[in-house]
């Protein structure tokens, strides 16, 4: 029997969250399916809902080749539907078509990208649509991260337009999608501005050619965000702090530059709209907003953003359009650059797991299942 190894994430009914390496039959494509050999998927903050889920990381152990946490009492209610089930984690990766369907065998050898979940596996069998296939010379390693990063980057970008707002605020915007969405703007003619919170960020935002960058760890954060937004004019950001005042934060002066140009005073705040999408949660706090109306009118809004939705929303020949931009440019404005490379096994020591937990900008993993 051909064996896939493959990483599962198990919440039981006794309380406990178990990460471990499970075995099952090499998967047999369809007509219409390709077998991919997965050999480059990293492991990205979207990720880690799956993987350490309700997890208390502080009780972290290795029990009988498992890792396991204690899931809080608190937490239990809402992991019903997946109570006792091993879920493979890994929402993308790219490999080797090893095998292919009837229908599918122009793809037979072919380095491709895929994002359709359990990809922290050896072998991956899904429908050869949904394949993203590379220029020649691509390997696996340059197009592991083809399609969370590259797209969520186009995603903004594209709901700008369709919003109709002009220019962008970003935070967390040294991590590779930030640095993504700094090349795209650059080449697409919009104007950014970059939250970061260590110098170090600015500095590397600077390498690559980003103008306005703002420091939330400095005294007068406020006062230079107010100034980037009052010179750019954006009022859309994404936030992908998803806790705390970060999004307040940037309502507030996205009101403030907006004043700035008020011919009359309103009691309501400005008349132009001020959109802030949460689409990350690298804070796990709640969302803190000041007097909102004292603060930034009435006139604003505060959301998530999930990237499926959109790609549903633009229609197959968006997305088509936007996967060539990706595969054509893989290795310059959508490279992804890695800290660590391991192996299955080495994914899962207690050295790992807590690096994870931290969800670090800079600090990015790749998997190679059969390495």
């Known amino acids: 029997m051909n064996i896939n190894k493959q990483i599962t994430s198990t919440v039981t009914d006794q309380g406990k969250l178990e990460i471990a390496i499970t075995e099952s039959e090499r998967p047999v494509p369809g007509d219409n399916e390709v077998l991919i050999e997965v050999q480059a998927t990293p492991i990205n903050p979207s990720d880690l809902g799956l993987l350490l889920g309700p997890g208390d990381i502080n009780t972290l152990k290795v029990e009988d080749s498992k890792i396991t946490m204690d899931v809080p009492a608190a937490s239990m209610g809402a992991m019903q539907p997946r109570l006792n089930i091993p879920m493979p ?99 697409d003619g919009v104007q950014l501005v970059n939250i970061v919170r260590k110098q170090e960020h600015v500095e590397l935002l600077k390498s690559i050619g980003a103008e306005f960058i703002c420091n939330s760890s400095d005294d007068d954060f406020m006062d230079q965000l107010t100034l980037a937004i009052t010179k750019t004019k954006a009022t859309l ?50 969302v803190t907003l000041p007097n909102a109306v004292r603060t930034f009118g009435m006139y604003w809004g505060i959301g998530g953003f999930l990237l499926t939705p ?62």
Request: hydrophobic share 40%; aromatic share 6%.
């Open 237 to 286: 950001g994404f936030d992908a702090t998803g806790g705390g005042e970060l999004s307040g934060q940037i309502l507030t002066c996205m009101e403030l530059a907006a004043r700035k140009n008020a011919t009359e005073y309103s009691p309501y705040g400005s008349t132009e709209h001020k959109q802030v999408y949460i689409y990350g949660a690298l804070n796990d706090s709640s």
């Open 89 to 187: 984690v890994g929402n993308e990766g790219s490999g080797v078509v090893i095998e292919a369907g009837a229908n599918a065998q122009e793809l037979m050898g072919k380095v491709v990208s895929v994002v359709g979940g359990g990809m922290y596996s050896q072998y991956r069998c899904l429908p050869a649509a949904s394949c993203i296939v590379m220029n020649e010379g691509t390997e696996p390693r340059d197009c592991a991260s083809s399609f969370v990063n590259p797209l969520t980057a186009l995603a903004m970008v594209e709901t700008m337009k369709m919003e109709g707002h002009t220019a962008l605020v970003h935070t967390a915007a040294a991590s590779n999608l930030g640095q993504m969405l700094v090349k795209i703007c650059a080449d």
């Open 310 to 371: 959109f790609l549903g929303k633009v229609g197959f020949e968006k997305v088509g359009e936007l996967q060539a931009r990706v595969a054509n440019e893989i290795k310059t404005t959508f490279a992804s650059s890695y800290t660590q490379e391991v192996s299955l096994k080495e994914a899962l020591t207690l050295e790992s797991l807590m690096v994870y937990a931290k969800q670090a900008t800079g600090e990015k993993f790749l998997i190679n299942p059969n390495g």
